[in-house]
């Protein structure tokens, strides 16, 4: 009996199993039919929005809708499209075209006839000649040179300078008015003249060396109310031109001066000079009354071979003293600077020179 009922009960479980597994494939086969009524379901719900149609009913996506059921062939009249309204905006289409039917013959739009327009006789073009740069006065270039070309195309300017080094000028060539600075080094200018540099008035540096200049007009210079500083070095000058009273620098190196080529008292005047570089020419003596002012003065490898007494300081006065005067050269000369032991004294240094 025990055999029996062990058995019995095997078989029942048996088929309890057989049953269960029954049911759960199908339900797996119910959830797999409803997979694609779900994905119908979303179809038809977006394309009821891109319709812009209220919907009649909820889809109850959670599964407490009869999918079984559900017809879906008659989808159509889930929704109420009488409610809808057309919805049109004012000015956002053109309006349609006229067009008309091809066999239509359509007359083409008339012209009317030109309008009749009165002749006026035409007055004779005058013809105005192109601009033209003006070179012979103070243009754009400057004024006009002897060699065919102005100034600052001939030289170089910029700014206020003027610049005409290595250029073989043979003359000083004619300035723009403003100019305040003029360089003519190495060339080969000969002469300076009296209206080279007239009306140059804001002039305050000549540059004129290493030419061949030999000759200087006695106003060369003269009217420039704003020279400063004048350089003649390594010319061929054989005396100086009187020079305003403005002047502070003066090199007249490396020429052929000669002391009666220096006017008496030449330098007495210049009030302002601070520099007057005489060196390597022909003088017997040194120029004499020096400016207070000067701080430099060159005047070595000359032929001079004596010395005043008040060449340098006020014999009159025990306590002039000159504290500016501190660089004064006068080697390469004769003079024997020890016997002129009195214009010295009121020297801060001693001249270079020759003391035995």
Same mark, same amino acid.
């Given at each position: 009996?025990?055999?029996?009922?062990?058995?019995?009960?095997?078989?029942?479980?048996?088929?309890?199993?057989?049953?269960?597994?029954?049911?759960?494939?199908?339900?797996?086969?119910?959830?797999?039919?409803?997979?694609?009524?779900?994905?119908?379901?979303?179809?038809?719900?977006?394309?009821?929005?891109?319709?812009?149609?209220?919907?009649?009913?909820?889809?109850?996506?959670?599964?407490?809708?009869?999918?079984?059921?559900?017809?879906?062939?008659?989808?159509?009249?889930?929704?109420?499209?009488?409610?809808?309204?057309?919805?049109?905006?004012?000015?956002?289409?053109?309006?349609?075209?006229?067009?008309?039917?091809?066999?239509?013959?359509?007359?083409?739009?008339?012209?009317?006839?030109?309008?009749?327009?009165?002749?006026?006789?035409?007055?004779?073009?005058?013809?105005?000649?192109?601009?033209?740069?003006?070179?012979?006065?103070?243009?754009?270039?400057?004024?006009?040179?002897?060699?065919?070309?102005?100034?600052?195309?001939?030289?170089?300017?910029?700014?206020?300078?003027?610049?005409?080094?290595?250029?073989?000028?043979?003359?000083?060539?004619?300035?723009?008015?403003?100019?305040?600075?003029?360089?003519?080094?190495?060339?080969?200018?000969?002469r300076v003249g009296g209206n080279d540099f007239l009306n140059?008035?804001? $002039?305050?540096? =000549?540059? %004129?060396? +290493? @030419?061949? !200049?030999?000759?200087? #007009?006695?106003?060369?210079?003269?009217?420039?109310?704003?020279?400063?500083?004048?350089?003649?070095?390594?010319?061929?000058?054989?005396?100086?031109?009187?020079?305003?009273?403005?002047?502070?620098?003066?090199?007249?190196?490396?020429?052929?001066?000669?002391?009666?080529?220096?006017?008496?008292?030449?330098?007495?005047?210049?009030?302002?000079?601070?520099?007057?570089?005489?060196?390597?020419?022909?003088?017997?003596?040194?120029?004499?009354?020096?400016?207070?002012?000067?701080?430099?003065?060159?005047?070595?490898?000359?032929?001079?071979?004596?010395?005043?007494?008040?060449?340098?300081?006020?014999?009159?006065?025990?306590?002039?003293?000159?504290?500016? $005067?501190?660089? =004064?050269? %006068?080697? +390469? @000369?004769? !003079?024997?600077?020890? #016997?002129?032991?009195?214009?010295?004294?009121?020297?801060?240094?001693?001249?270079?020179?020759?003391?035995?």
């Amino acid at each position: 009996m025990t055999s029996q009922n062990k058995e019995r009960e095997t078989e029942s479980k048996g088929e309890r199993e057989r049953h269960r597994h029954t049911e759960i494939q199908t339900q797996r086969k119910q959830e797999r039919m409803k997979q694609p009524l779900t994905c119908l379901a979303l179809a038809l719900s977006l394309l009821e929005v891109c319709l812009c149609a209220p919907r009649r009913e909820n889809y109850d996506l959670t599964g407490k809708t009869d999918w079984e059921n559900i017809d879906l062939t008659n989808y159509r009249d889930l929704y109420d499209y009488d409610d809808l309204e057309p919805i049109i905006e004012v000015g956002t289409v053109a309006p349609p075209p006229n067009i008309l039917p091809v066999n239509q013959n359509v007359p083409p739009p008339e012209t009317p006839p030109p309008a009749l327009e009165e002749e006026v006789p035409l007055r004779p073009r005058t013809t105005t000649p192109p601009p033209r740069l003006d070179f012979e006065g103070p243009g754009l270039f400057g004024p006009q040179t002897g060699l065919g070309l102005p100034t600052c195309l001939l030289c170089v300017c910029i700014s206020t300078s003027v610049y005409c080094d290595d250029v073989d000028l043979e003359y000083v060539p004619p300035l723009p008015k403003d100019t305040t600075y003029f360089y003519a080094r190495f060339s080969k200018i000969k002469r300076v003249g009296g209206n080279d540099f007239l009306n140059l008035n804001k $002039l305050k540096r =000549i540059d %004129l060396t +290493g @030419n061949h !200049i030999t000759e200087l #007009h006695e106003d060369a210079f003269l009217k420039l109310p704003a020279l400063q500083e004048l350089l003649l070095a390594e010319n061929k000058i054989r005396s100086l031109p009187e020079l305003p009273v403005t002047m502070r620098y003066i090199d007249a190196r490396n020429n052929q001066l000669l002391s009666a080529g220096i006017r008496p008292e030449a330098f007495k005047g210049l009030t302002q000079l601070e520099f007057l570089y005489l060196s390597y020419n022909r003088l017997d003596f040194i120029p004499i009354p020096l400016p207070e002012s000067l701080r430099s003065f060159h005047i070595q490898h000359n032929n001079i071979q004596t010395m005043h007494k008040e060449t340098f300081c006020n014999h009159h006065d025990s306590t002039h003293q000159r504290r500016a $005067l501190e660089d =004064i050269r %006068l080697d +390469g @000369n004769p !003079i024997n600077l020890s #016997h002129f032991p009195q214009a010295y004294f009121c020297l801060p240094r001693l001249p270079t020179g020759r003391m035995q």
